[in-house]
C-alpha cells in the first residue's frame, strides 16, 4: 500500500499531557499537509511542508502545535499541553505540488482529550 | 459568510435514486474544484477532480462546475448503500491553500 499513512488511529490522553503524531506521506510527493477536523465540519488547515520546510502555518496553530518533517519524509505533529478543546481528528494530507495538485489523505489520528 | 457552504443535511435517499449535493463560493478566484467521500472515522477519499467550469463523468459519478454561479455540483446515478458517507467538497486558487465545506451527510437506504 503506497497510501497516506497516519500513526497512531486513536489517542487518548489526560489534559495536560504531551501527544506526537506521525505521518508518512506518498513516497513521490513533496508536499505534505495537516489539517484538523471536527465534528460536523470540514477539514481545516493547520500547517504544510514543501520537502523539509514548513512554509505556512495557520492562525489555528497555537504556539503549543509544533511539527517537523526532517529530511523531507515523515512528519510528527506535536501538541504539548493538551487541552479538551484540541479533541478532534488530525489528518494527513500529501500531494505532488505542481499546479494541478490532488491532495490524497490519510486516515486520520482521532484524539480524544480527556 | 464562509467561503464555501454546503447543507449539512442528513440526506436520505431511495437505493438507485439519483442524489443531487451542491456546494457554493464566494471566492471567484478558485479554479480547482474537488469532491471527497468521508466514511465514519476514516480519511476524506478523493473522488472527482475538475478544473474550471464544465463536467466530468467517472462511472455513476459526474462533478459539474459553474463559475458564473459559483456553484458546483456531484451527482451520483444508481445510489447504493455503499454510497451512505459524508461528501465535502474542496476547492482552491492557483497558489493557495485548499479550502473544504462542511460536508453533507448522505444515507442511501435499502
Known amino acids: 500500500d503506497t497510501g497516506v499513512s497516519q500513526d497512531p488511529r486513536h489517542k487518548i490522553t489526560k489534559r495536560g499531557q504531551n501527544v506526537t503524531f506521525r505521518c508518512d506521506p506518498i513516497?513521490?510527493?513533496?508536499?505534505l499537509y495537516w489539517y484538523r477536523q471536527t465534528l460536523g465540519q470540514g477539514p481545516e488547515f493547520l500547517t504544510y511542508f514543501q520537502n523539509e520546510a514548513q512554509l505556512e502555518k495557520s492562525r489555528l496553530l497555537s504556539d503549543r502545535f509544533s511539527a517537523e518533517r526532517p529530511k523531507g519524509s515523515f512528519s510528527t505533529l506535536e501538541i504539548q499541553r493538551t487541552e479538551q478543546g484540541d479533541s478532534a481528528m488530525y489528518l494527513c494530507a500529501s500531494s505532488s505540488g505542481t499546479e494541478g495538485e490532488k491532495l490524497f489523505f490519510g486516515s486520520g489520528t482521532q484524539l480524544s482529550v480527556l | 459568510q464562509k467561503e464555501v457552504e454546503q447543507d449539512p443535511g442528513p440526506l436520505s435517499v431511495p437505493e438507485g435514486a439519483i442524489v443531487s449535493l451542491n456546494c457554493t463560493y464566494s471566492n471567484s478566484a478558485f479554479q480547482y474544484f474537488m469532491w471527497y467521500r468521508q466514511y465514519s472515522r476514516k480519511g476524506p477519499e478523493l473522488l472527482m477532480y475538475?478544473?474550471?467550469?464544465g463536467n466530468k463523468e467517472d462511472g455513476r459519478f459526474t462533478a459539474q462546475v459553474d463559475k458564473s454561479s459559483k456553484y458546483i455540483s456531484l451527482f451520483i446515478r444508481d445510489s447504493q448503500p455503499s454510497d451512505s458517507a459524508t461528501y465535502l467538497c474542496?476547492?482552491?486558487?492557483?497558489?493557495?491553500?485548499?479550502?473544504f465545506g462542511p460536508g453533507t451527510r448522505l444515507s442511501v437506504l435499502p
Open positions: 513516497s513521490e510527493h513533496n508536499r
Open positions: 475538475t478544473y474550471s467550469s
Open positions: 474542496a476547492m482552491r486558487s492557483y497558489g493557495q491553500n485548499f479550502v
